[in-house]
């Protein structure tokens, strides 16, 4: 498959003032652009023409460092900006979701707290996530373009916190960035959607 750059689901300005219009528009068409554009030149001529954008980015890492970045990131970030919406975040989940929250990560505040500090905690740039593994919730974080796909467990929220997703807004306040990400922007029906098909 040739990966290509989706719309946003939103306005460039719907995610203000958590997220500014001009960081939307320097993340989606010029970063996410850019792992699209490589994505695909890296991908022709290799075993994974043809694959699906899973199976590539399973496939290739390890073994193809450069294409496994671009196709990793278009594959993180065709899932982040559905993980964000206008008037997000809150306190009001999908029965079944918050329920397994509840059992497997001690409750909505804790998993905020741990999910937050996970994106803190990630030295440089990378991704923190809360993904389904052997039936069970669990919070990890990543480095660069890498996701819980290539560990064995499937991502059901991800929070990118390379600084270009939040330098424009909060400069160095990562912490501040990744408040006001839970706060505000989840999108958690998206979240129970993958968690049911999980």
């Known amino acids: 498959m040739t990966f290509t750059l989706p719309n946003l689901p939103y306005a460039y300005d719907a995610l203000a003032p958590h ?42 890492f390890g073994k193809n460092a450069a294409l496994f970045n671009n196709a990793g990131q278009h594959y993180n970030h065709l899932h982040f900006w559905n993980w964000m919406k206008p008037n997000g975040g809150g306190d009001k989940l999908p029965g079944r979701l918050e329920k397994k929250i509840t059992e497997d990560l001690g409750g909505l505040e804790k998993f905020k707290t741990d999910f937050a500090a996970a994106g803190v905690g990630q030295f440089g740039s990378g991704w923190a996530w809360l993904s ?9 974080k990543t480095a660069n373009g890498e996701s819980p796909l290539v ?16 330098y424009i807004d909060y400069r160095n306040r990562r912490p501040d960035y990744l408040k006001a990400f ?11 959607e993958l968690f049911s098909k999980a």
């Open 19 to 60: 997220m500014s219009k001009e960081t939307l528009e320097f993340h989606h068409d010029k970063h996410h652009q850019a792992y699209v554009t490589n994505g695909n030149n890296l991908l022709k001529g290799t075993e994974f023409e043809g694959k699906s954008l899973e199976e590539i980015v399973k496939g290739s």
């Open 132 to 140: 389904v593994k052997n039936g069970k919730l669990e919070i990890s």
């Open 151 to 166: 560990h064995g467990a499937t991502p059901i929220l991800g929070v990118d916190v390379w600084e270009h997703s939040y």
């Open 182 to 192: 839970v706060d505000h922007l989840v999108n958690w029906e998206y979240v129970d």
